[in-house]
T-cell receptor
């Protein structure tokens, strides 16, 4: 158990819908990262927040957005869902705002299925 | 652009040694990470290299050559539980945490 929690574990929804994925980082960690993992694309970095502020952006679609709240939990919002958005979404946390040597602790993931 | 290459799949025998290679081309470099991921589970951290050389941690070692854009993960005394995907990840810039992961190498350990 990494100490990172994600809810829900599974989510099934229809195309065009909007969903929210939730992540609580390890106690004391200020950084939250979001990743998408699909079978054909591997693990793709989406976005990083540090202490409430966006720090880095990866291959995140405009239909997706995220935020980190004062209690440090984070939410990833996915809208106008398409079949291709079906994937495993991971949240990870680390104590640092920079990547220098700090490992990331991954949550168990949310499996999103868009039908 | 960022390019990270790993072999797709490898097979090795229990008790043997296996080396998983990773080559990368990124704009700037802040370190290279190796993660292990069992099927359907979250990745777990194995190692971090930022300077050239070998980092050893128990049965696992990781090597980095910055000039060659090359790393490898060495697994010794293979066990069946080592069957998993091994992900190479590069952080291209300091202060900006855009991690780029390779597609992963699926390692099959056979008895």
């Amino acid at each position: 158990d990494s100490g990172v929690t994600q809810t829900p574990k599974h989510l099934i929804t229809a195309t065009g819908q909007r969903v929210t994925l939730r992540c609580s980082p390890r106690s004391g960690d200020l950084s939250v990262y979001w990743y998408q993992q699909s079978l054909d694309q591997g693990l793709q970095f989406l976005i990083q927040y540090y202490n409430g502020e966006e720090r880095a952006k990866g291959n995140i679609l405009e239909r997706f957005s995220a935020q980190q709240f004062p209690d440090l939990h984070s939410e990833l919002n996915l809208s106008s869902l398409e079949l291709g958005d079906s994937a495993l979404y991971f949240c990870a946390s680390s104590p640092s705002g920079t990547s220098g040597g700090y490992e990331q602790y991954f949550g168990p993931g949310t499996r999103l299925t868009v039908t | 652009g960022q390019n990270i290459d790993q072999p797709t799949e490898m097979t090795a025998t229990e008790g043997a040694i296996v080396q998983i290679n990773c080559t990368y081309q990124t704009s700037g470099f802040n370190g290279l990470f190796w993660y292990q991921q069992h099927a359907g589970e979250a990745p777990t951290f194995l190692s971090y290299n930022v300077l050239d050389g070998l980092e050893e941690k128990g049965r696992f070692s990781s090597f980095l050559s910055r000039s060659k854009g090359y790393s490898y993960l060495l697994l010794k005394e293979l066990q069946m539980k080592d069957s998993a995907s091994y992900l190479c990840a590069v952080s291209p810039q300091y202060n900006f945490n855009k991690f780029y992961f390779g597609s992963g190498t699926k390692l099959n350990v056979k008895p």
